[in-house]
């Protein structure tokens, strides 16, 4: 293959994987690390094996990205976030996501959803992309909601 498909000096490459045979590719071959539908414990296991599997093949520490792709519905309460990314990802992945939305979502109130992010920061993700559910019409509102509302309660995140 020409040019090589990795280069030094050449942009970072980030990959994503859930098993361990992934997470040991990451390891050897990564310069970060993308997830979604996950945990936060489930997200610092993974951490965990990419290191281990890094340190094997003798790559240095250097940077390592980290992110998640989080599924996200603000709203007045939990229950009615809840219901909302329900109907959004259960006609997405063709499933009753119900389920998984409350395993791996960040939904309910400003407080709610800040702690969700604390969490996963505290996993050890430093790049979060956010995946607003609900009605396509509502998405500029949930933008708005999160930049005034859940902002500043991660101020502290962002100097760290």
């Known amino acids: 293959m020409r040019p090589p498909p990795r ?27 993308l997830a979604y539908v996950i945990t936060p414990d489930r997200y610092r296991t993974a951490l965990e094996t990419i290191a281990v599997a890094a340190n094997a093949t003798g790559r240095s520490p250097g940077p390592f990205g980290t992110g998640h792709l989080l599924f996200t519905r603000l709203d007045n309460t939990y229950e009615t976030a809840l219901d909302r990314a ?9 499933m ?55 902002l500043p309660l991660l101020r502290d995140l962002r100097a760290g």
Do not use: M, N
């Open 7 to 33: 280069q030094a000096g050449g942009p970072p490459i980030w990959f994503a994987g859930r098993t361990e045979a992934a997470l040991r590719r990451i390891g050897r071959l990564g310069d970060g690390y």
């Open 86 to 94: 329900t109907e959004t990802l259960s006609v997405r992945y063709a």
């Open 96 to 150: 009753d996501f119900r389920k998984a939305a409350a395993r791996y979502c960040a939904l309910g109130t400003p407080e709610q959803v800040a702690e969700r992010i604390r969490e996963f920061h505290a996993a050890g993700v430093r790049h979060v992309v956010l995946d607003l559910l609900g009605p396509y019409e509502e998405r500029r509102r949930q933008i708005e909601r999160f930049a005034t509302d859940i």
